[in-house]
C-alpha cells in the first residue's frame, strides 16, 4: 500500500537556522508529491507539490525535489523565520486515485526568536 | 470569495450518539473529501463525494457515512460514537475538470469533535 514517513519531531530551530525535514514515501505508480502547512487551530495549506520525478516544488522560500531514485521528498528552506512554525505534513497523492491523499504523520517546526 | 467553510467549530458529544457534520466547498468546487485527524496524527482518508455520490472510501466502518447534496454541499455522519472517534475532521474541496489543478485541494479550518 502507500505510505509516508516523516522524520521524527518536534524540531526547534533559531531564527535564520537552515530547515530540513525528511519525507521518504512508497508508492505504486508515479504518485504526486506534497508538502502541507498546519498553523495553530486552522486547516491545512498547501505550501508545494512536484508532479513527477526531478520537479522541484518551491513556494515562500521553501524547496522540495522529487527524488524517485531514493523514494524521497525533503523539505528545505534557507533561512526560517518565527512565522514558520507550525506543523508540516509531506502527503501524496497516487494518480488515478480520485485524488485521495496519503499523510505523513506531521513534523512539529517551532522557531525561536 | 469565501473557501471551504466547516460547521460546527467544535462539538462535545458522548458515546454512542451520533452527529453530523457540515462542509461547504470553496466556491466553484464539485469535490468534497472528509479526513480525520488524531490528536498528533497525519490525516486520514474517510470518502470523497461527486455528483451526489460517494466514489472512493477509505478504511473506515460504516458507521461512518456522508452525503452531497446538488449544492455540492457536503455531510459527514457518524453513528454509535467512540471515544476514538475524538479527532478534528477536515473538510477539503477540489475541481474535478481544472487539468491538473485537479490535484489542488483546499482544507477547511475543521470540526473539533469531543467524544466522553
Known amino acids: 500500500g502507500n505510505s509516508v514517513t516523516q522524520m521524527e519531531g518536534p524540531v526547534t530551530l533559531s531564527e535564520e537556522a537552515f530547515l530540513t525535514i525528511n519525507c521518504t514515501y512508497t508508492a505504486t505508480g508515479y504518485p504526486s508529491l506534497f508538502w502541507y502547512v498546519q498553523y495553530p487551530g486552522e486547516g491545512l495549506q498547501l505550501l508545494l507539490k512536484?508532479?513527477?520525478?526531478?520537479d522541484k516544488g518551491s513556494n515562500k522560500g521553501f524547496e522540495a525535489t522529487y527524488r524517485k531514485e531514493t523514494t524521497s521528498f525533503h523539505l528545505e528552506k534557507g533561512s526560517v523565520q518565527v512565522s514558520d512554525s507550525a506543523v508540516y505534513f509531506c502527503?501524496?497523492?497516487?494518480?488515478?486515485?480520485?485524488?485521495?491523499?496519503?499523510f505523513g504523520s506531521g513534523t512539529q517546526l517551532t522557531v525561536l526568536p | 470569495d469565501a473557501g471551504v467553510t466547516q460547521s460546527p467549530t467544535h462539538l462535545i458529544k458522548t458515546r454512542g450518539q451520533q452527529v453530523t457534520l457540515r462542509c461547504s466547498p470553496k466556491?466553484?468546487?464539485?469535490?468534497v473529501s472528509w479526513y480525520q485527524q488524531a490528536l498528533g496524527q497525519g490525516p486520514q482518508f474517510i470518502f470523497q463525494?461527486?455528483?451526489?455520490?460517494?466514489?472512493q472510501r477509505g478504511n473506515f466502518p460504516d458507521r461512518f457515512s456522508g452525503h452531497q447534496f446538488p449544492n455540492y454541499s457536503s455531510e459527514l455522519n457518524v453513528n454509535a460514537l467512540l471515544l476514538g472517534d475524538s479527532a478534528l475532521y477536515l473538510c477539503?474541496?477540489?475541481?474535478?475538470?481544472?487539468?491538473?489543478?485537479?490535484?489542488?485541494?483546499?482544507f477547511g479550518s475543521g470540526t473539533q469533535l469531543s467524544v466522553l
Open positions: 463525494y461527486y455528483e451526489e455520490e460517494e466514489r
Open positions: 466556491s466553484g468546487h464539485d469535490t
Open positions: 502527503a501524496l497523492m497516487r494518480s488515478g486515485s480520485a485524488r485521495q491523499l496519503t
Open positions: 512536484a508532479t513527477k520525478a526531478d
Open positions: 477539503a474541496s477540489s475541481f474535478e475538470w481544472s487539468g491538473i489543478q485537479r490535484e489542488k485541494l483546499f
